[in-house]
T-cell receptor, first 112, second 114 residues
Framework: NAGVTQTPKFRVLKTGQSMTLLCAQD?????MYWYRQDPGMGLRLIHY???????AKGEVPDGYNVSRLKKQNFLLGLESAAPSQTSVYFC???????????FGDGTRLSIL | AQKVTQVQTEISVVEKEDVTLDCVYE???????LFWYKQPPSGELVFLIR????DEQNEISGRYSWNFQKSTSSFNFTITASQVVDSAVYFC???????????WGLGTSLAVNP
């Protein structure tokens, strides 16, 4: 029962470096989401996807890009990391918006 | 506008006390769904319950119960006889109308002390 798997779990970057966070789900869900969680700010939606080949902006999309080339994978990219992007990143998926979202275990990202 | 307000930011109780976490929502849509999630200190987010706007029945699951009141736009969560393992951040969320996204509250941090 893998559910939603995020890779990596931890990462430290230097300012200006790039990286990609991978999210994989094995539940055949159409919808996938990337959130960031910062102290006192709850969960903020970065980008989401309503199906293979689609992406849409959330409430805090600046500095991030995403791709959904395969239904089961949703990639989050940071082209030029900034200290303000230090956060815990969560991926989630759902069959459709009325259904509960299933979350990965999170990626803790520190940018120095 | 759609909004979720979790009234308490932090709650601290002693084990075996009952505790209620308040969630107040705003939406003009008549069809909507409300969710509660738990985030224990280990960090993962765990789905607890979903309730739709047409079902005002209260729900009980073991020591957990949920009170949905459309008249006050509230979906409150009560833990009876709290335990240390209940210590977590609890999030309330709303999906209303045709919105493809959830609107999240900022969470209530619950500490249950032995």
């Amino acid at each position: 029962n893998a559910g939603v798997t995020q890779t990596p779990k931890f990462r430290v970057l230097k300012t200006g470096q790039s990286m990609t966070l991978l999210c994989a789900q094995d539940m055949n869900h159409e919808y996938m989401y990337w959130y960031r969680q910062d102290p006192g700010m709850g969960l903020r939606l970065i980008h989401y996807s309503v199906g293979e080949g689609t992406t849409a902006k959330g409430e805090v999309p600046d500095g991030y890009n995403v791709s959904r080339l395969k239904k089961q994978n949703f990639l989050l990219g940071l082209e030029s990391a900034a200290p303000s992007q230090t956060s815990v990143y969560f991926c989630a998926s759902s069959y459709e918006p009325r259904q509960p979202q299933h979350f990965g275990d999170g990626t803790r990202l520190s940018i120095l | 506008a759609q909004k979720v307000t979790q009234v308490q930011t932090e709650i601290s109780v002693v084990e075996k006390e009952d505790v209620t976490l308040d969630c107040v929502y705003e939406t003009r849509d008549t069809t909507y769904y409300l969710f509660w999630y738990k985030q224990p200190p280990s960090g993962e987010l765990v789905f607890l319950i979903r309730r739709n706007s047409f079902d005002e029945q209260n729900e009980i699951s073991g020591r957990y119960s949920w009170n949905f009141q459309k008249s006050t736009s509230s979906f409150n969560f009560t833990i009876t006889a709290s335990q240390v393992v209940d210590s977590a951040v609890y999030f309330c969320a709303l999906r209303a109308g045709n919105n493809r996204k959830l609107i999240w509250g900022l969470g209530t941090s619950l500490a249950v002390n032995p």
